[in-house]
């Protein structure tokens, strides 16, 4: 090993350098102080749509970068409105919000957090994205909510079921309003109880993540409570995709109902492997063996096919709802896209033009003015009624749909049927709710 | 220079060059020009430059130079990250601790891991780590839920009681990960011609610590340690029939370059402090197999090269959609331009592995030495293309020659 013959000159010349790069950084202090990250200066503002466009919910992520391709079509001016027209808050004028034309970006969350974090962040430091929005998963919302918060900027959640969203990982600047675990359960006990009695053997088959841990936990207090025994809990793993070694247990184990807390891609499967191992047409106990699938929505009754018939569950929207709000979202969307949008398309809509109208509102895109305007806020005719963004958590409070597999579609949207509208004073729980403590909002975070 | 030749300073200072300078390397094109969209400087991708690129560097160590193949590296990245999470909880969001736990902590764990393992070689040896790494993967998925928050990732809360930081900030926030007081997510930006650059405080210290890592692998090649490895590469068994064995040898090389990977999830954790078990899937091990072999395995620069290729694709090719597409053939007439964006849908946004995969294909086809050797044969042509006339001798390019173990 020999030591170099640097000359004096030479050593001078490359420090000099060296130390030039070094020193760059600090020379220059930031050029712009802005009151909040990315503040829009220019005529366009950027909305980041960060949903999975692979992984096993895929298919919600399309559907809800259709909806909101939608919503940005209607914000500046284009289409024919859709819910903007129904929406009981009328500050939205077609031009943007706040005269700003809304451009957006898109990002692919993978199905994981630290997919779905690279893909915000870059969102957020390269194409100046101020609002953040979508997953299809909670444990993906999560991880992003607390980015958002970190980095400034508001996180509309899409598609996230777990209670922690708006419980224990509640964040200021995250903000959700799709329905929950707890609230599925809350309309769904009464449901089962009228439909397959008090006296009934549980199995649960669950997402081994946040959204499955919470909504089994729901669901077994809200149907201990009635009466109901959980036999077993058993995690499968969010990248499974053949449950068979999970259902012949299930035959075994005495119970009667089989309660399974999956979603997408791992619902088809799961639900698919469970009709096919004759569950259904057994009898335990005396009684029909029963499947519960909590969480519904129309494309996973759709790739499940004629599995689904007769199947209970909860859903946050369904397109055959009868409302002008409803009626108007799926008129625009089926004209755009040839097909009726699920529960997830909807609730992505909303999201983005409620933070179009608070922002309009708070006359202002500070996260912490927009997060003001939403806290509190009282709205309809987004197609679930009278609504409420609570203060205290972030989550909406409204009614919740309880859905049964149709026996006999008409066509190949036609699957669900709507068995009850649980109103939402039923579903409504206290902030400081068991399920819902341990987190704290903190103070909202306008970044820079 | 700091015990290397003048050939290596020089070699070490352009790397130290090309380190600082990455903000505007990445960021040729004018924010308002239609190819900002391939700029690369922004935070968060830089500091992935510099943090993959420790990691390839620490797995060429091994892979390069013993040619052990270890499929499970990704274990230690992510071993590392839960280390440095766990630290910021406890402790103090101060990024030196974690940093230090998530070397030491991968240190131990590769220990373990490649006692077991460097008892077989070849494809036994590739097959073990990568079930030992599966294995940790699904451990902290499902069974370590309690420290590993499974499939949400490990996060900090308001909650955590930081014994010698704050738990949350006199606004009622998290504090940020910072060094010593320098917030590591705080940036300069410069604007100048209409182009956009950005200095931030936490890629130049992964860029420190990646000259660090970058040069400490440059003495491990030089050095008569070095020198074993090769020979461990080179013919294992004439080394243990002079009386050596390889195996303290290739212990070490696997510690040190789990050490780097435990570095690497360290920083990845500083930078964003979450730490999420998908890091230690084995498709994130065989990434850095691809970023090895793509840039050139055993070489010094090439690693990195890979390392910084892969990340630039996964992050800018990812989010080119239909909507960008349209953007760019607008001039083409309608049916010529939705035809042209349905040829190219595939190759770009979620389609970006398959280009990868042939850009892969390509390069391992036909530049068996990776990037580093493309580059090479460039700078060769080009000097017999000087010397021609003087120097006849020079290269015929169809006699065979021997592709030098170490990129000058």
């Known amino acids: 090993m020999s030591n170099s013959k640097l000359t004096r000159r030479g050593l001078l010349k490359t420090s000099a350098v060296a130390g030039a790069g070094l020193a760059v950084p600090t020379i220059f202090t930031a050029s712009s102080a802005s009151a909040f990250t990315n503040e829009p200066t220019g005529s366009t503002v950027t909305l980041g749509f960060n949903v999975p466009q692979t992984g096993a919910y895929a298919d919600e992520g399309a559907d809800e970068l259709r909806a909101y391709e939608l919503a940005v079509e209607h914000l500046n001016g284009g289409g024919d409105g859709g819910m903007l027209n129904t929406f009981s808050s009328k500050v939205l004028e077609g031009n943007g919000i706040l005269g700003k034309k809304v451009e957006f970006v898109t990002g692919d969350t993978q199905t994981k957090s630290d997919a779905a974090r690279a893909s915000a962040k870059s969102m957020i430091e390269k194409d100046g994205a101020i609002m953040i929005t979508g997953g299809s998963s909670s444990g993906v919302a999560i991880a992003v909510q607390g980015l958002c918060q970190e980095a400034g900027v508001i996180f509309m959640a899409g598609l996230t079921h777990s209670n922690d969203t708006t419980g224990k990982d509640k964040k200021a600047n995250g903000f959700r309003h799709f329905f929950n675990a707890y609230m ?168 983005t033009l409620l933070y179009a109208d608070a922002a309009a509102r708070a006359g202002s895109f500070n996260p912490c003015a927009i997060a003001e305007a939403l806290e509190g806020f009282e709205f309809d005719g987004l197609g679930n009624g009278p609504t409420l963004y609570r203060a205290d958590d972030h989550q909406c409070f409204k009614d919740v749909l309880v859905v049964r597999g149709k026996e006999n579609p008409e066509n190949e949207f036609d699957l669900l049927e709507v068995v009850e509208v649980t109103p939402a004073a039923q579903v409504t729980y206290a902030p400081d709710h068991p399920m819902f403590a341990g987190g704290a909002l903190g103070n909202c975070n306008p970044g820079a | 220079m700091l015990g290397l030749n003048q050939k290596d300073t020089k070699f070490l200072l352009i790397v130290v060059a090309l380190t600082l300078l990455t903000p505007f390397l990445t960021q040729p094109f004018a924010e308002s020009s239609g190819l900002a969209q391939f700029n690369a400087g922004y935070p968060d991708l830089m500091q992935r430059f510099a943090i993959y690129g420790i990691f390839a560097i620490g797995f060429n160590i091994l892979f390069g130079l013993t040619g052990y193949l270890s499929f499970g590296h990704a274990a230690f990245l992510g071993v590392g990250s839960y280390s440095a999470v766990w630290m910021m909880k406890l402790l103090t969001t101060n990024v030196i601790p974690g940093i230090i736990l998530a070397i030491v902590v991968s240190g131990l764990f590769a220990l373990l891991i490649g006692y077991v393992s460097l008892r077989r070689s070849g494809i036994y040896f590739s097959i073990l780590t990568l079930a030992l790494a599966q294995m940790s993967f699904n451990l902290a998925y499902s069974v370590l839920t309690p420290i590993t928050n499974g499939e949400t990732g490990l996060q900090l809360t308001l909650n955590d009681p930081r014994i010698l930081g704050v738990t949350a900030t006199p606004d009622g926030s998290i504090p940020a990960t910072h060094l010593f007081g320098l917030e590591m997510k705080s940036s300069a930006q410069w604007e100048v011609f209409g182009h956009l650059f950005t200095f931030n405080v936490g890629y130049y210290f992964c860029a420190v610590m990646a000259i660090i890592a970058f040069y400490l692998s440059l003495r491990i090649f030089r050095s008569p340690f070095g020198m074993m490895l090769r020979a461990v590469k080179t013919n294992q068994t004439r080394m243990s029939y002079t009386g050596l064995n390889a195996r303290p040898y290739t212990l070490a090389a696997f510690v040190i370059s789990g050490m780097y990977a435990g570095l690497a999830g360290g920083l990845l954790a500083s930078m964003d402090p979450l730490a999420g078990a998908e890091r230690m899937q084995w498709t994130a091990s065989g990434e850095v197999v691809i970023m090895t072999i793509l840039g050139g395995a055993g070489t010094l620069m090439g690693p990195v090269l890979g390392a910084g290729f892969i990340k630039y694709f996964e992050n800018i090719f990812s989010k080119i959609n239909d909507g960008v597409l349209h953007g760019w053939f607008a001039f083409l007439p309608d049916g010529l331009e939705d035809f042209v964006v349905f040829l190219i849908h595939p190759f770009v946004g979620k389609g970006w592995h398959l280009t990868l995969g042939l850009l892969f294909m390509l390069v391992v086809t036909f530049l068996p030495g990776g990037l580093m050797e493309g580059g090479n044969r460039i700078s060769r042509w080009y000097k017999n293309r000087r010397n021609k006339g003087t120097d006849t001798d020079e290269g015929t390019p169809h006699a065979p020659k021997s592709t030098p173990h170490v990129a000058e």
């Open chain 1, 184 to 351: 599925s359960a809350a309309a769904l006990a009464p449901v089962l109880e009228k439909l397959y009695g008090s006296d009934r053997k549980a199995y649960h088959l669950t997402a081994d993540y946040t959204w499955g841990w919470t909504q089994e936990e729901s669901i077994a207090a809200a149907t201990e409570a009635m009466g109901w025994e959980t036999v077993n809990k058993v995690r499968t793993p969010l990248a499974s995709t053949d449950f068979s070694s999970y259902i012949s247990p299930v035959l075994n184990s005495g119970a009667d109902v089989l309660v399974l807390n999956h979603y997408g891609g791992n619902m088809v499967n799961s639900l698919t492997n469970a009709v096919q191992f004759g569950l259904r047409e057994k009898q335990v106990n005396g009684k029909n063996f029963e499947i519960v699938v909590p969480l519904y929505s129309r494309l996973m009754a759709k790739g499940a096919g004629a599995n689904v018939k007769g199947i209970l569950g909860s859903t946050n929207w369904h397109w055959s709802l009868q409302d002008d709000a409803s009626k108007a979202f799926v008129q625009s969307f089926g004209t755009k896209y040839g097909f009726p949008p699920s529960q997830a398309a909807h609730t992505v809509y909303c999201q």
